[in-house]
C-alpha cells in the first residue's frame, strides 16, 4: 500500500467516527427522561405511562450506549488498524531505508571493489613498467660493462702482446749481451790463466791450480800460487802495502754451502741449524752464520780431516779475488753485466738473494764468487768484539763488492748477506 492510498484510508476512517460521534449526540438527548416533578398525586395518577416513559428511555440510552460502545469499537478498531498501518507504514519505511542503506553499501562496496582492483592493476602495471625498465637498464649496463671490459681485455691483451714483444727483444739484448761478456770473461780468463800458469812455472809451485778434497763432505779446495800484491786501494784515497803470499795455501773454490754446513751440525760439530731465508739448501751458501759459527766449522773440519783449516785472513781474502789484477774485479774496472751477484751487476739474482755457487765465471785462481752473492767472514778483527767482513754481498751496490771493500761487524752477528770460506794451510 502507497503513502497516499494509507493517507486515504486514514482520512476515511476519521470522517466515519466523527460522522458516528455526530449521530450519537443528535440521538441522544441530555435532557430526555427526566421528567418535571409533579405533585404525588398527580404522579400516582400517571404511574403507568410513566413507567412506559422511562422503559423507553431506558432502551433508548442502553441502545445508545451500545451504539457509543460500537462506535468507540469501531474507532478503536480504526486506530489500530491505523496504528497497525503506520506500524507497516514505518516497518516499510525502515525496510526501504534499510534496503536502500544495503544498496548503498553494496555499491559502495562494488566501487571499492572496483577501485581496489584498479589500483591493484594500476600498481600491477607500475610494477610490471618498473621491473622491465630495471631489466631493460640491468641488460644495457651488462652489455656495457661487457663492452668495457672486451675492451679491457683487448687492451691489455695488445699491452700484454706489447710487453712479450719489448721482453723478447730485450732478452735477446740480454742474451746477445751475456754472449759477449761471456765471450769477453772467456778471453780474460784465458789471458789470466795462462798468466797465472806462466807466474806458476816461474815461481815452480808446481800444486798450484791444483783442486782437492780431504772428505766426501769437506769443500772443494784450490791451491793458490805464491806470490806479491799490493793491498789496498790508493786511488779511492787508501793506503796500498805490499804484502807476500810466499807459503803453501788452499782456499775453497767456493763459499761454504748449506750441504756441508750441514754435515756438521749433523756430527755435532756445528751446534746451530743456519736458516736458509726461504731460498733452499744444497749448493746455496750458507747464511745467517756469526763468526763464532764460522769458527765452529773449521774446528770441527780441521778435527775431522787431520788438516789446518781455518778463516782467511784480510791479506789472503785480497790476494785470492784479485787474483793477480790490480783492478777494482778481477776482470777489470767496470761492474759488466752478469760477472757477479749484486744490486746492479745484472744477474737475474740481483738484489732478490744469494744464487748458489758457481754460476758465474771463475777467477784466474779458479775461485768462484770472490766477488758478490755472500758477503765472507775472515779471520781478522778490529777490536775484542768486532770482526772483518770482505767481499760484498747480493743486496750490495757493485761498489761494494770490489776486491778493496771491508767492513766490520760484531763477531756473534748473522743475516742472510754473510757467509765464509775456508783456507787451508800445511
Given at each position: 500500500?502507497?503513502?497516499r492510498a494509507l493517507f486515504v484510508a486514514l482520512c476515511w476512517l476519521a470522517m466515519a467516527l466523527k460522522g458516528a460521534l455526530a449521530e450519537t449526540t443528535s440521538v441522544i438527548d441530555p435532557t430526555e427522561g427526566l421528567e418535571p416533578q409533579s405533585p404525588p398525586a398527580a404522579a400516582a395518577n400517571k404511574a403507568a405511562p410513566t413507567d412506559a416513559a422511562v422503559?423507553?428511555?431506558?432502551?433508548?440510552?442502553?441502545?445508545?450506549?451500545?451504539?457509543?460502545a460500537r462506535a468507540e469499537a469501531r474507532a478503536q478498531a480504526a486506530e489500530s488498524e491505523a496504528a497497525k498501518l503506520r506500524a507497516q507504514d514505518q516497518a516499510r519505511r525502515v525496510e526501504e531505508a534499510?534496503?536502500?542503506?544495503?544498496?548503498?553499501?553494496?555499491?559502495?562496496?562494488?566501487?571499492?571493489?572496483?577501485?581496489?582492483?584498479?589500483?591493484?592493476?594500476?600498481?600491477?602495471?607500475?610494477?610490471?613498467?618498473?621491473?622491465?625498465?630495471?631489466?631493460?637498464?640491468?641488460?644495457?649496463?651488462?652489455?656495457?660493462?661487457?663492452?668495457?671490459?672486451?675492451?679491457?681485455?683487448e687492451a691489455a691483451a695488445k699491452e700484454a702482446a706489447a710487453k712479450e714483444a719489448a721482453a723478447k727483444e730485450a732478452a735477446a739484448r740480454e742474451a746477445a749481451a751475456r754472449e759477449a761478456a761471456a765471450r769477453e770473461a772467456s778471453a780474460r780468463l784465458a789471458m789470466a790463466q795462462a798468466a797465472t800458469r806462466k807466474e806458476v812455472r816461474a815461481n815452480g809451485s808446481a800444486r798450484a791450480g791444483t783442486v782437492f778434497q780431504d772428505c766426501r763432505d769437506c769443500p772443494e779446495m784450490v791451491w793458490l800460487p805464491q806470490g806479491e800484491f799490493y793491498m789496498g786501494d790508493a786511488a779511492a784515497g787508501g793506503r796500498a802495502r805490499?804484502?807476500?803470499?810466499?807459503?803453501?795455501?788452499?782456499?775453497?773454490?767456493?763459499?761454504?754451502?748449506?750441504?756441508?754446513?750441514?754435515a756438521c751440525v749433523a756430527a755435532n760439530g756445528c751446534r746451530r741449524r743456519a736458516q736458509d731465508s726461504g731460498w733452499g739448501r744444497g749448493w746455496q751458501p750458507v747464511i745467517n752464520v756469526s763468526w763464532s759459527d764460522a769458527q765452529q766449522y773449521v774446528?770441527?773440519?780441521?778435527?775431522?780431516?787431520?788438516?789446518h783449516y781455518r778463516l782467511l785472513n784480510e791479506a789472503e781474502w785480497e790476494y785470492a779475488a784479485r787474483a793477480g789484477s790490480e783492478a777494482s774485479y778481477w776482470w777489470g774496472n767496470q761492474t759488466g753485466r752478469g760477472d757477479a751477484n749484486c744490486a746492479d751487476c745484472g744477474s737475474k739474482w740481483d738484489g732478490r738473494q744469494a744464487a748458489p755457487v758457481g754460476r758465474f765465471a771463475p777467477n784466474p785462481f779458479g775461485l768462484y764468487d770472490m766477488h758478490g752473492n755472500v758477503s765472507e767472514w775472515v779471520e781478522d778483527a778490529v777490536s775484542t768484539d768486532n770482526r772483518i767482513v770482505r767481499g760484498g754481498a747480493w743486496r750490495d751496490s757493485a761498489k761494494a763488492v770490489r776486491s778493496t771493500w771491508r767492513t766490520s761487524v760484531a763477531y756473534d752477528y748473522f743475516d742472510n748477506r754473510i757467509g765464509f770460506r775456508v783456507a787451508r794451510t800445511d
Open positions: 500500500m502507497t503513502r422503559q423507553r428511555a431506558r432502551s433508548r440510552a442502553e441502545e445508545e450506549k451500545r451504539r457509543r534499510a534496503r536502500k542503506a544495503a544498496q548503498s553499501k553494496a555499491a559502495a562496496a562494488r566501487a571499492a571493489a572496483a577501485n581496489a582492483a584498479s589500483a591493484r592493476q594500476a600498481k600491477y602495471a607500475a610494477e610490471r613498467a618498473a621491473l622491465l625498465r630495471e631489466t631493460a637498464e640491468r641488460e644495457t649496463a651488462a652489455r656495457e660493462a661487457a663492452a668495457r671490459e672486451l675492451a679491457v681485455r805490499q804484502v807476500s803470499v810466499s807459503y803453501s795455501l788452499a782456499v775453497g773454490r767456493f763459499e761454504v754451502t748449506f750441504a756441508e754446513w750441514d774446528t770441527w773440519l780441521t778435527r775431522r780431516t787431520g788438516r
